[in-house]
């Protein structure tokens, strides 16, 4: 893919795990995203990815690393707004997680190198879009606004005081998460 499409594949892996989570879940709506690289389970960080460029003399490549909380106990937890697939009741069979993941990794990559955007699918499972936020840009700045969307980068837009502005960084604080 062209160099300003690359902020794609974190999302497209956050989708990748949620679907794979959808398919563990009675409630597949119990699992959203939120940008650009958590994936939420009733709420709950259950997934981190981070995503790194990385140049060759014959090109870019990227890694993508994926963390599910899969059998973490309550006490074992990094934050208290997290969880794990064991204490949400869901199937905790690694093969089976796994299998599920690089699946819907597959066919989202397809489907992404295709059409170039994964945009409206990615919109339909964001919990960041229509909620509250705020964003961390670095230590100095915080900026508080409504999720608006996806552009066609994969950064989000936020309505701001200021008016739309478009983030490709940022940590994402969810006003209804803060508790």
């Not at 552009?151 to 998460?177: K, P, Q, W």
């Amino acid at each position: 893919p062209a160099f300003p499409q690359w902020g794609w594949l974190s999302l497209l892996a956050g989708m990748a795990v949620a679907s794979a989570v959808e398919d563990l879940a009675p409630d597949p709506t119990d699992v959203t995203l939120k940008w650009p690289n958590d994936v939420l389970l009733r709420g709950d960080k259950l997934c981190g990815i981070l995503s790194e460029r990385i140049e060759h003399a014959d090109g870019a490549r990227a890694v993508v690393g994926i963390g599910i909380n899969v059998s973490l106990t309550r006490d074992q937890l990094p934050v208290p707004a997290a969880t794990s697939l064991a204490l949400a009741g869901l199937p905790t069979d690694r093969d089976v997680i796994v299998a599920g993941v690089l699946n819907h990794f597959s066919r989202y990559y397809r489907q992404w190198s295709l059409s170039g955007s994964l945009r409206e699918e990615y919109q339909a499972s964001c919990a960041s879009i229509g909620a509250e936020l705020t964003i961390v840009v670095d230590e100095h700045r915080r900026v508080h606004g409504i999720g608006r969307g996806i552009d066609a980068y994969g950064r989000l837009e936020v309505a701001t005081a200021r008016g739309v502005e478009i983030f490709a960084v940022g940590d994402v604080v969810h006003a209804r998460l803060q508790a």
